[in-house]
């Protein structure tokens, strides 16, 4: 089991609405990434976090934004949700910012559902 | 760019059967590949990665998979499937430099007692 931790586990949004998902990442990591993961799929990268700032970002509309805090926890926002926005949603936290042999690991997931 | 495909989406093994879940990669620079399961409303776990060095890597439970670069492949073997081992499993290709993992769609293994 890791240290990261996800809240909430669960949530149901109406479509337009707004979100916000958290993530606490395990210590000593300064690191976020972010990953949808669809139904019946693998995860899709959306962004990566490091040392507050935003460190990549994959082929996710600017609808989906976050932020790093301080104490490297880190939220995921996402407006103007639609129905296709329903997925898992996974937080990895590693040390460092190179994708490279760097573990990630990864939280247990908020699934959120649009309806 | 970097893609990873899984073949077959489903897989069926007996009790105490060879697993063999197969993985290609495609990457235009060295890769570093992984393998990850995750059970039912979990998140993903590390089974094992290859960096460089050893071509065959052995992870937790039993499972190795082994970098064949001639065939772009890297797929997970296990000699005696336990009920157990019943999850998804996914293959994530990176490289150095970059900052983000591409996984493949996933192979749900069924364990038939």
């Known amino acids: 089991e890791t240290g990261v931790t996800q809240s909430p586990t669960h949530l149901i949004k109406t479509r337009g609405q707004q979100v916000t998902l958290r993530c606490s990442s395990q210590?000593?990591?300064?690191?976020v990434s972010w990953y949808q993961q669809a139904l019946g799929q693998g995860p899709q990268f959306i962004f990566q976090?490091?040392?507050?700032?935003?460190?990549g970002r994959g082929n996710f509309p600017p609808r989906f934004s976050g932020l790093q805090f301080p104490n490297y926890s880190s939220e995921l926002n996402v407006n103007a949700l639609e129905l296709d926005d329903s997925a898992l949603y996974l937080c990895?936290?590693?040390?460092?910012?190179?994708?490279?042999?760097?573990?990630?690991?990864f939280g247990p997931g908020t699934r959120l559902l649009v309806l | 760019a970097q893609s990873v495909t899984q073949l077959g989406s489903h897989v069926s093994v007996s009790e105490g059967a060879l697993v063999l879940l197969r993985c290609n990669y495609s990457?235009?620079?060295?890769?570093?590949l992984f393998w990850y399961v995750q059970y039912p409303n979990q998140g993903l776990q590390l089974l094992l990665k290859?960096?460089?060095?050893?071509?065959l890597v052995k992870g937790i439970n039993g499972f190795e998979a082994e970098f064949k670069k001639s065939e772009t492949s890297f797929h997970l073997t296990k000699p005696s499937a336990h009920m157990s081992d019943a999850a998804e499993y996914f293959c994530a290709v990176t490289s150095s430099g970059t900052y983000k993992y591409i996984f493949g769609t996933g192979t749900r293994l069924k364990v038939l007692a």
């Open positions: 976090y490091y040392r507050e700032e935003e460190n």
């Open positions: 210590s000593g990591h300064n690191t």
């Open positions: 990457s235009s620079v060295p890769p570093y």
């Open positions: 990895a936290s590693s040390s460092g910012t190179s994708g490279g042999p760097v573990r990630q690991y």
């Open positions: 290859y960096t460089t060095g050893a071509t």
